[in-house]
């Protein structure tokens, strides 16, 4: 039973660049979650997402970033125009349809992101 | 809204000796309450979690964390460490008012093992 997939590992952007993170969530899972985790920090919520929508995105910086997770394929983690400080590990993370608050989250391990 | 400290982000134990990790955390409804482990470069291993019923909760790798409400933590220990428990722990709350799978994290603590 595959788990959370992502990739790419690990990606190398240039400042100005964009920055595409992909996630595949567990067989079964329709619920996806992306979290960043900046050096020396703990992991920071961004967004939450369903099939074909965005449920809280809340910890979505304003400018620059967008997720999606379509009807078909991974979702995406959308980053324009890269910029030194978004230089982090990306997690994605899901759950099932239906379950109580308090259900364990799956997590992916991880994308690191490096701009130079 | 909810939050999370960490208290003591690096901890040295002696392999064989008593793992004492602990959390605090702030919430004005009941909270559920996660902890996770991190192996470099890997993602997080849930470890073990609160929601209701017993507060004493037993995990896996020999871990257990206790919730206390008047002290409002939930501090995770395990009797004998190993060298296999080097890693970096994080607690985590999630409230029902919240987006499910919406989870607040602590800064995490880095736990060296000594032989």
């Known amino acids: 039973n595959a788990g959370v997939m992502q990739n790419p590992r690990h990606l190398v952007r240039r400042r100005g660049q964009e920055a595409r993170l992909r996630c595949s969530p567990m067989?079964?899972?329709?619920?996806v979650y992306w979290y960043r985790q900046l050096p020396e920090e703990g992991l920071k919520f961004m967004v939450y997402?369903?099939?074909?929508?965005?449920?809280?995105e809340s910890g979505m910086p304003k400018e620059r970033f967008s997720a999606e997770f379509p009807k078909e394929g991974p979702s995406i983690l959308r980053i324009q125009q890269v910029v030194r400080g978004d230089s982090a590990a990306y997690f994605c993370?899901?759950?099932?349809?239906?379950?109580?608050?308090?259900?364990?989250?799956?997590f992916g391990e991880g994308s690191w992101l490096t701009v130079v | 809204a909810q939050s999370v400290t960490q208290l003591g982000s690096h901890v040295s134990v002696s392999e064989g000796a008593l793992v004492l990790l602990r959390c605090n955390y702030s919430?004005?409804?009941?909270?559920?309450l996660f902890w996770y482990v991190q192996y470099p470069n890997q993602g997080l291993q849930l470890l073990l979690k609160?929601?209701?019923?017993?507060?004493l909760v037993k995990g896996i790798n020999g871990f257990e964390a206790e919730f206390k409400k008047s002290e409002t933590s939930f501090h995770l220990t395990k009797p004998s460490a190993h060298m296999s428990d080097a890693a970096e722990y994080f607690c985590?709350?999630?409230?029902?008012?919240?987006?499910?799978?919406?989870?607040?994290f602590g800064a995490g603590t880095q736990v060296v093992v000594t032989p």
């Open positions: 993370a899901s759950s099932p349809m239906a379950g109580a608050y308090g259900n364990t989250i799956y």
């Open positions: 067989k079964g899972h329709s619920h």
């Open positions: 997402l369903q099939k074909e929508n965005i449920i809280d």
């Open positions: 919430s004005s409804v009941p909270p559920y």
């Open positions: 609160y929601t209701t019923g017993a507060t």
């Open positions: 985590a709350v999630s409230v029902a008012t919240d987006s499910w799978g919406k989870l607040q």
